[in-house]
């Protein structure tokens, strides 16, 4: 049985066009990121370390060596949505 290889030519840009489109993706995800892989299946914990990463640093990636929290981090609440009275 013959190969028809004018069925190649967009059977090689439909493939490198996936390939592209996925290179890209996963780039810009890791770029999102600060350079780490995505995080999937997330609970309640994560979610709240992940916040707390946030106040601390500002992005959800980040993370601090410090022992100490900077000053700013006393007055910056996470519970700043919740009616006092």
Avoid: C
Avoid at 4 to 23: D, K, N, Q, S, V
Avoid at 63 to 74: G, L, N, T, V, Y
């Amino acid at each position: 049985m013959p190969v028809p290889w004018e069925a190649l030519i967009p059977f090689g840009l439909l493939t490198t066009m996936f390939a592209a489109a996925g290179t890209l993706f996963n780039t810009s995800q890791r770029l999102q990121n600060q350079g780490k892989p995505v995080r999937y299946g997330l609970d309640a914990w994560e979610n709240m370390m992940m916040d707390r990463d946030k106040r601390l640093t500002g992005h959800l990636r980040g993370q601090r060596s410090d022992p100490i929290a900077p000053e700013e981090f006393a007055t910056n609440s996470a519970w700043y949505t919740e009616r006092t009275g």
